[in-house]
């Protein structure tokens, strides 16, 4: 995924991977700011239940607020290529 572009998002960097997908670091390019990206395997996007947790996931985040909580700007369930070639 590195070097890819996903909406405004240029992918420069794989911060880590986990159960539920992968992290990287990206550029807004509309913002001009780096950002964090976390993208779920694409068996994930025809799962109604990990679909849900991921926005759920995302929804925590943006309550919790505070200094050493990630801030949510958004969520998308747009299809992406994955770097496997899923």
Do not use: W
């Not at 998308?76 to 994955?82: A, I, L, R, V």
Request: with cysteine; hydrophobic share 30%; proline share 3%.
């Amino acid at each position: 995924m590195i070097g890819k572009t996903l909406g405004h998002y240029e992918i420069t960097s794989q911060l880590g991977k986990g159960g539920m997908g992968e992290a990287f670091r990206a550029r807004d390019t509309k913002l001009n700011r780096d950002v964090a990206l976390k993208v779920l395997p694409s068996e994930f996007a025809n799962d109604p239940e990990r679909m849900a947790r991921f926005q759920r996931e995302a929804q925590m985040l943006n309550k919790a607020g505070g200094q050493s909580t990630v801030a949510s700007r958004g969520f998308s369930s747009e299809n992406c290529p994955h770097s496997d070639g899923r």
